[in-house]
Every structure is written in structure tokens, then in C-alpha cells.
Nanobody, 118 residues
Framework: QVQLVESGGGLVQAGGSLRLSCAASGRTFSSYRMGWFRQAPGKEREFVASLTSSGSTNYADSVKGRFTISGDNAKNTVFLQMNRLKPEDTGVFYC????????????WGQGTQVTVSS
């Protein structure tokens, strides 16, 4: 079992930055693929970024060059640095963990709200 707690959301003006954190407990997240997802009002939840245990990253096209996912194994925490934020980035951001060999993310945090004003 893995428990995930996100933090760092808030209200920011377009062009600004936020850094989200996801603290994992229960098992070390270094054995999981960690991901960030977001859900805008009235829309489906969508993939934002992922980080494998070997350090490989993947990003949605809409955030490439603006967002950076990283992890701190010692603190069991994964981060999402978001720069040059746009109003369309507004939504609830979720952290998720996918066990090795699994095809789906099995563990989810409660989400943190990010609002970008124009």
C-alpha cells in the first residue's frame, strides 16, 4: 500500500510558477512509476507527467518545456515544477503511483487545486 499526499497548489497569475509536492508513505516510491495528472472543470482527468524509478520522464505535449517532474528518494517525495503557467492549466492536480509491472496507476492522492488567473 502507498499513501500519497499532494501539496503546493494555489492561485497564481498567468506566467507565474508553482511547485507541487507529493509525499509518499507506506512503501518507498522508488519502486514505482510516479505520475501527475490533472482534471479541469467539466473535463476528464488527463496525464501530465511521469517519472520512472530509473529517472526517465515523460510529459504531455501541452506542458513540455514548462513543467518538470523530479523526485527525492530520501524524502519519498515527487515534485512537479510548473513554470509559465496558463489559465488552461487550471484544475485539480493528482499524484499517482503505478507498481512495477502494472498497467494502471493503482494509488492516488486526494488532489490539490491549481488556479491560474488571466
Amino acid at each position: 500500500q502507498v499513501q500519497l499526499v499532494e501539496s503546493g497548489g494555489g492561485l497564481v497569475q498567468a506566467g507565474g510558477s508553482l511547485r507541487l509536492s507529493c509525499a509518499a508513505s507506506g512503501r518507498t516510491f522508488s519502486s514505482y512509476r510516479m505520475g501527475w495528472f490533472r482534471q479541469a472543470p467539466g473535463k476528464e482527468r488527463e496525464f501530465v507527467a511521469s517519472l520512472t524509478s530509473s529517472g526517465s520522464t515523460n510529459y504531455a505535449d501541452s506542458v513540455k518545456g514548462r513543467f518538470t517532474i523530479s523526485g527525492d528518494n530520501a524524502k519519498n517525495t515527487v515534485f512537479l515544477q510548473m513554470n509559465r503557467l496558463k489559465p488552461e492549466d487550471t484544475g485539480v492536480f493528482y499524484c499517482a503511483a503505478r507498481p512495477q509491472g502494472a498497467v494502471r496507476y493503482a494509488y492516488w492522492g486526494q488532489g490539490t487545486q491549481v488556479t491560474v488567473s488571466s
